[in-house]
């Protein structure tokens, strides 16, 4: 089953954070040598998003939107996706090479010449082989792409189409303020990416 996507706000504001996590193991010799063994093949990410308005009214049902969200998803418990508004989506992204033997292909996405992959898709993406649009036979629930024969060796892969971040609250409490009547604000939404299987 797709988790839940992270509601539409129209009072999600400027500054908004987002920091690049990676693990390394760090060992500093007495020599003075430094050696550095990185454990992660690709980062995960820590948002931080203020929102400047939440309005309660009978109208308006955003702090109701965001609060049954919080809810649904058991506060840090559940994993859901989120549309990072400068970060979701590709054009003729290369994923693979045919080989002429295997089938199945992680989609990724390509920032600055750095590739990692994408778990969560938002829709359905148009693949190319070889600049062929071709349907393949099926889309796993954490982005892998199935042939239902192979990819001629040497053949380019390609995707677009628009993808969803897999996330979790980092806390199980959350800061919200009614500032006025009707009216909430929360100074940081703190979150971030998982690394899925």
Avoid: H
């Amino acid at each position: 089953m797709a988790p839940p996507v992270f509601p539409s706000l129209p009072g999600i504001t400027y500054p908004r954070r987002r920091s690049q996590n990676w693990s390394t193991v760090k060992q500093d010799a007495i020599s003075g040598k430094r050696v550095r063994v990185p454990l992660w093949t690709f980062p995960t990410y820590s948002y931080e998003i203020p929102i400047s308005y939440l309005r309660s009214d009978s109208v308006n049902l955003e702090w109701q939107t965001l609060v049954g969200f919080i809810n649904s998803v058991l506060g840090a418990g559940l994993l859901w996706a989120y549309n990072d508004p400068t970060d979701n989506a590709v054009t003729n992204q290369g994923f693979g090479e045919g080989d002429g033997s295997t089938t199945t292909f992680q989609l990724v996405r390509a920032l600055g010449g750095f590739t990692e992959p994408v778990f969560l898709l938002n829709g359905t993406p148009t693949i190319k082989v070889a600049g062929v649009l071709t349907v393949p036979s099926s889309f796993s629930a954490y982005g892998a792409v199935t042939f239902a024969s192979p990819p001629a060796n040497g053949a380019l892969l390609t995707w677009t189409g628009n993808f969803y971040w897999p996330c979790r609250f980092d806390d199980d409490v959350t800061d919200l303020s009614q500032f006025v009547q009707l009216i909430w604000e929360s100074k940081a939404l703190k979150f971030s990416t998982e690394k899925l299987p």
